[in-house]
């Protein structure tokens, strides 16, 4: 591919962006969902070049820093409460759903082998780690949700991606179960023990490290050497990147200065925003491609076999939410809080079983040959998964919000109230440390007071914001005050800028000062 047609696939990715985040808003849909659908539209545009995205483009340059990113930011105690769904899912769900959709296409296809019929099952076994946290944590789903989901799809891509590598492993070579057992062992205990050491050396490194900008180029190289050498040496490389994003991300507080993790954190948000926002996009360009590639296979028997597996797949996933995960009360101790769990929160776990673009990165792997003759069913392979992709990707994500409000699962000001309470609580804690510093005379009493009376008046903005948003009187009073009085700051500063009292940097700096100060933007409002 040209840079010509490089920079208008660019151009198409970015355009999409845009209008899918001007139109989500508006039309009230899920941004996942405008992105596909305008990308696959944007496909068809006279202009845009026929798309074939390589599946080492999505296997090594997406999917490292987005499951890196998950990990790091993950919540280490949630996970861990959640062990055991997390765990069904993502081995038990992944392995069950693999054969599942294998003996599925089997049947609506006789002709297709049981290691093509594996490779496809492995390819759209895992879940996106994108599209359904993003709805579910837009809509203010219940954190336990949130979490589960999350954590079952930083782990299934790497079970599915060693199931998959086993079948076409199966496909040249003789293959036993006994074998299978010990590439598996391999794969998995590999991968996680040369994630946990990337992690270890990481962390040293970056403990010795202050610059801030040294230490985004530390964190971006991060995931890369953990997947890249992982996979070349056999291990499974998703598996790696997750170990080492989560053991930096249980230590990451303590090992950076403020600086750096202020400036990574906004980094890291607008590299996956893009990446992601990209990946759906090109998702969507590159149907027109994947439809030639299989413009001669016959349709109808690739239709009925898409309808037949995606039934299968959100069945299977549908019956584990609901009846397996309630044998939990079986288990030993602590495990039994699963069944907590209501019937409605275990439907919306099962509903947010979406594929996405790993699940096409990884069929577009099946090798076209096998000892110099073509691959049979590859074509129809391909056309299966991406049709799946689109049915789950689209149907789920649209139906997703509906689902939650019917339930009355959305926690509209949950998280707003929690961060606001927990700030009041930090700043009632530094008030008591100033004061007990001025009774024990390690402070004098001047310094005291001007510190008193700083952290007093930040309580009690952030009462006031507890009070707007519990009692939903004046909010928007509030906020158009709060609008007038950062426009009158703004104002000042360019008045002092333009006549010369102040410079440029000194400018930006109180610029910056003015914009964190603002609760909306600390909220992601806007």
Do not use: C
Not at 138 to 167: C, W, Y
Not at 238 to 244: C, E, G, I, P
Request: proline letters at 4%; hydrophobic letters at 50%; aromatic letters at 8%.
């Amino acid at each position: 591919m040209g840079a010509s047609s490089l920079f208008i696939i660019g151009l198409a990715v970015m355009v999409v962006v845009l209008l899918s985040r001007a139109l989500a808003g508006r039309l009230g849909l899920p941004e996942v969902s405008l992105l596909v659908i305008m990308g696959s539209a944007a496909g068809f545009l006279p202009g845009v070049p026929e798309t074939h995205i390589p599946p080492e483009l999505v296997l090594l340059g997406f999917l490292p820093p987005l499951v890196y990113y998950a990990a790091f930011f993950s919540a280490p105690r949630e996970t861990k409460a959640d062990a055991v769904p997390i765990i069904t899912l993502a081995f038990g769900l992944t392995v069950v759903t693999t054969f599942a959709a294998a003996m599925a296409a089997r049947w609506a296809m006789p002709g297709l082998g049981w290691a093509v019929a594996i490779a496809l099952g492995a390819a759209i076994a895992p879940t996106d780690s994108v599209s359904a946290s993003s709805v579910l944590q837009r809509l203010n789903a219940p954190p336990r949700i949130v979490t589960i989901v999350e954590g079952e799809s930083l782990i299934n891509d790497g079970v599915a991606l060693t199931a998959f590598g086993l079948a076409v492993e199966a496909l040249s070579t003789s293959f036993t179960s006994g074998h299978g057992l010990v590439r598996l062992t391999e794969v998995v205990v590999g991968g996680v023990g040369y994630g946990l050491v990337v992690g270890f050396v990481i962390s040293r490194i970056r403990r010795r490290t202050r610059d801030p900008r040294s230490q985004i180029i530390i964190s971006l190289l991060t995931p890369y050497l953990a997947y890249v050498p992982a996979d070349h040496l056999g291990f499974s490389g998703v598996l790696a990147t997750v170990a080492a994003g989560f053991y930096l991300g249980t230590r990451g507080e303590g090992m950076l200065q403020p600086a750096s993790r202020l400036t990574g954190q906004l980094f890291w948000r607008v590299l996956v925003f893009l990446l992601e926002s990209a990946l759906f996009v090109l998702l969507g360009i590159q149907v027109r491609g994947i439809l030639h590639e299989v413009a001669a296979h016959t349709w109808s028997h690739v239709v009925l076999a898409a309808v037949v597996v995606s039934v299968v797949i959100v069945v299977v996933r549908l019956a584990w939410a609901l009846f397996v995960f309630p044998f939990a009360r079986y288990l030993p101790g602590r495990h039994r809080h699963l069944i907590h769990l209501s019937w409605r929160e275990r439907f919306i776990i099962g509903w947010s079983g979406m594929r996405g673009a790993i699940s096409l990165a990884i069929v577009l792997s099946v090798p076209v040959s096998v000892h110099g003759s073509p691959l049979r069913g590859r074509g129809e392979v391909i056309l299966l998964t991406a049709v799946i992709v689109f049915v789950t990707l689209i149907g789920h994500a649209m139906t997703l919000p509906a689902l939650l409000r019917r339930f009355g699962l959305i926690e509209t000001d949950r998280a707003r109230i929690e961060q606001m309470e927990t700030r009041r609580m930090v700043i009632e804690s530094a008030l008591a440390r100033i004061d007990a510093l001025a009774e024990s005379g390690e402070v004098d009493d001047r310094t005291a007071m001007t510190y008193r009376e700083l952290y007093e008046d930040r309580l009690a903005r952030v009462r006031a914001l507890l009070d707007e948003d519990l009692d939903d009187i004046g909010v928007a009073e509030a906020r158009r005050l709060r609008r007038e009085v950062r426009r009158a700051q703004r104002e000042k500063l360019i008045r002092l800028y333009r006549k010369g009292k102040i410079s440029a940097e000194t400018w930006r700096a109180a610029n910056r000062r003015v914009d964190l100060e603002d609760p909306d933007i600390r909220r992601g409002v806007g």
